[in-house]
């Protein structure tokens, strides 16, 4: 179990490198599209669309490793006021929920992504297949399934360490 724990908080580190990545090429991107634009009157065709497509692809790999290391925004005014216990109770409901809702989620974008790959579906100003990001994206929901899994089982031992 610990490898595999391991192994997922590796890839969500992998991934949040990756997404860091991306941010840089969209930077390039738009700031050399503005540059030839202004310079030369001659911008980069399809801008937009990658733009678009970065933004998906930055999104995707950096929600995992915002989820392993707690930066996502929570609303926990209330909650905070509770017992270690109950915050675990809380904390490994929630978790089985958002589980359950981003397993179906994932499930039906792969589901979606087939259906683009056997419609061809390409963007209208490059005609760049748009199923290889949505692919992409279910991947990356895949991993913030398992981060989940991980955040389940920290709560449950809050929980268990707890009760006595």
Known sequence: MKKTESFIRKASEIFNLIAGGFIVIAMVLVVGNVILRRVFGNPILGVYEFTGFLSVLIISFGLAYVLLVNA???????IEKLKPRSMGIVDTATGLVATGF??????NVFKYALKAMENNQLSPTTQVPYYIFIFVMAVCFS???LVYLIKIKESIGKVSQNES
Do not use: G, K
Request: hydrophobic residues 70%; glycine residues 0%; aromatic residues 18%.
């Open 102 to 107: 981003l397993s179906v989620f994932t499930w």
């Open 72 to 78: 996502h925004i929570a609303v926990d005014f209330i």
């Open 143 to 145: 991993l913030l399934c």
